[in-house]
């Protein structure tokens, strides 16, 4: 009787310590992400955006001002480190979603699907004034899951459909 005991009382204490270290990591990857998109707020207010949307990614923070026609990124450059970039879409030509994929053999598709050699999704902005694209990553095999794929794809999507409507309209407005 007291070995059943015992083991239970073994169980009960490894299934406490389980559940205290997820808490913590939880606790710990949420201060991380509260400071990230922190860093985003004082990023926006530095340059006087008052955003009407915004995505956050595993390494980006994305958020558009339609009124100035600018959008802000902020990437993860390390621990509390971070770089940002501003986009004014005045100077974008067209902004396009890309999926690039990793190096496949002649033998490779026969039964694969192409979603199997995707390496990265990205968001591309091409300028007007000949500066080199940005990029602004949705996907990458190396860092989400392969489930993640599809909401992700899906995500980018809907920033190319809302950012192409606001290129297309400038245009319009020029002509």
Not at 142 to 171: C, G, Q, T
Request: include cysteine.
């Amino acid at each position: 009787m007291s070995t059943i005991i015992i083991a239970a009382f073994i169980i009960g204490l490894v299934i406490i310590i389980v559940q205290v270290l997820v808490l913590f990591s939880d606790k710990q990857k949420q201060k991380k992400m509260n400071r990230f998109f922190h860093r985003f707020s004082e990023a926006g207010t530095e340059h006087c955006l008052s955003f009407s949307s915004q995505e956050i990614l595993q390494e980006f923070v994305i958020g558009l001002d339609g009124v100035q026609r600018k959008m802000l990124v902020i990437k993860r450059a390390g621990y509390n480190r971070y770089s940002q970039q501003m986009i004014n879409l005045d100077e974008v030509k067209n902004c396009t979603v890309k999926k690039i994929f990793l190096p496949i053999g002649q033998n490779d598709l026969t039964n694969s699907l192409e979603e199997e050699y995707i390496e990265r999704i990205v968001l591309q902005f091409e300028y007007i004034n000949n500066k080199p694209p940005v990029e602004i990553l949705f996907y990458s095999k190396a860092s989400n899951y392969f489930f993640e794929m599809p909401d992700l794809l899906h995500k980018a999507k809907d920033w190319e459909i809302v950012l192409s409507k606001m290129l297309y309209n400038r245009i319009r407005k020029t002509a």
